[in-house]
């Protein structure tokens, strides 16, 4: 982190000898005074995108049109945006466009929270135009100006609220909080991508029993109904979960996800939907190897661990993990025979499928030793039976 902030010092200086201005700010400001490691350094310039461009050899034009060039020192990646003021709040979104300012008032004003809008200068001056420090040092987290209005500007920032919360444990100053709920239907407004996007911050954060309680207190509920069950679940509990979990645990058992609804990657639509299916599987089936090898492991866990918290239900972990460790086979391609050596067998070339099929499950479950003559000769079985069906 020291070197980090070496080199963040150096962008600030080559700026300022160019004169321009060049602080430090948003989170790393505000992790930096409550002694918190922070991911990432933001910068903020009154130079214009190509005059950065210009005033450093590595750089790439990560978000150019919003003010942003990326800069890279010693292996570090430094945002350097232009301040700006947002304008043109459509529909409850992000804006459109924005307008580039000549005055870092403007670029703080714009921000969502007074912790989140402290700037600080080379020499380590902080400036502090709305009480950030004090609130800071309260523990609470405060809408710049009006709450209502700046919810009803971008809607998100209800969620960004509740993810500082889950981060930094701080309570919620009562007129931002007041506004949250007066506004979470908002949130019905802000396209599915950037929901979830958030979701899997906050849900990542440390203080969990903080952001369920919110999620209840907010009734977000209401708002994503896919989410009620999950939401009434998780109220004055602290177990983890992971974006998926919290997806599978709302729509279990019989609801499913609408794909023009919630966005999803198609990767994680799947492992929703998966983890669903394998909580009933693990509470109505005997789960064995065949189930390993056609479900992945670690969402089967998932889904025992929903079972297991939220259910009451005996916990299978150890026999997952055991299952899945003497695992013989995992893909039909580890057999030691193959659908050309079984052809010769068949009358009827579409038998090869379901004599591999048998052989996988017998092979999984122990019945027959995954080696070519022993495979062979069960192959030859099924084929007679199957002939002689035929
Ligand atoms: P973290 O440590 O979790 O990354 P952060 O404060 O850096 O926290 P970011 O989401 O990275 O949060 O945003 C960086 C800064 O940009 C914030 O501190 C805030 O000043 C500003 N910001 C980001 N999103 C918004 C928004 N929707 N409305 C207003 N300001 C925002
Ligand atoms: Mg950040």
Redesign the pocket.
């Known amino acids: 982190m020291k070197e980090m902030i070496k080199y963040g010092k150096k962008i600030l200086k080559t700026l300022n000898d160019s004169g321009y201005e060049a602080y430090f700010?948003?989170?790393?400001v505000?992790?930096e005074i409550l002694n918190?490691e922070?991911?990432?350094i933001?910068i903020a310039t009154s130079a214009w995108p190509s005059q950065v461009e210009s005033l450093f050899e590595n750089t790439a034009a990560t978000g150019k049109k919003y003010g942003t060039i990326t800069v890279f020192m010693n292996d570090y990646a430094y945002e350097v945006t232009t301040f700006r003021f947002?304008k043109s709040y459509k529909n409850y979104r992000?804006p459109e466009s924005v307008d580039f300012s000549k005055k870092l008032e403007d670029d703080?004003i714009?921000?969502?929270?007074t912790?989140?809008?402290l700037a600080k200068d080379i020499e380590g001056q902080t400036i502090d135009l709305f009480n950030g420090m004090e609130d800071i040092k309260q523990r609470q987290i405060k809408a710049?100006d009006d709450p209502n209005k700046?919810f009803k500007?971008?809607a998100?920032?209800i969620l960004?609220a509740i993810?500082?919360v889950g981060?930094l444990n701080f309570h919620i100053e009562k007129n931002t909080f007041d506004a949250m709920k007066k506004d979470s239907h908002l949130l019905s407004k802000i396209p599915t991508e950037r929901i979830i996007k958030e979701l899997d911050?906050i849900l990542k954060?440390p203080y969990k029993e903080q952001i369920y309680h919110l999620f209840n207190d907010l009734h977000l509920g209401d708002v994503f109904s896919d989410l009620d069950r999950a939401i009434k679940k998780l109220n004055l509990t602290d177990y983890p979960i992971s974006l998926e979990q919290f997806f599978a645990l709302g729509l279990y058992p019989d609801k499913n996800l609408s794909p023009d609804e919630w966005r999803f990657s198609k990767s994680q639509m799947s492992r929703i939907e998966t983890i669903k299916e394998l909580m009933n599987i693990l509470l109505k089936q005997r789960i064995t190897s065949i189930h390993l090898y056609n479900y992945s492991k670690d969402l089967m866990l998932a889904a025992n661990d929903l079972l297991v918290k939220f259910f009451d239900y005996e916990d299978q972990e150890d026999k997952i993990i055991n299952l899945d460790r003497h695992l013989k086979i995992r893909s039909f391609k580890d057999l030691k025979i193959t659908g050309h050596d079984i052809l010769p067998l068949v009358k009827d070339e579409k038998n090869v499928g379901k004599i591999i099929e048998t052989l996988i499950e017998d092979v999984l479950l122990g019945k027959v030793e995954n080696r070519k003559e022993d495979l062979h000769s069960f192959a030859s079985r099924l084929a007679e039976d199957l002939n002689e069906e035929n």
């Open positions: 700010v948003g989170g790393f505000r992790d918190i922070s991911n990432d933001d947002d992000q703080l714009r921000r969502d929270f912790i989140n809008a710049i700046r500007e971008d998100l920032r960004r993810r500082f981060k911050l954060q």
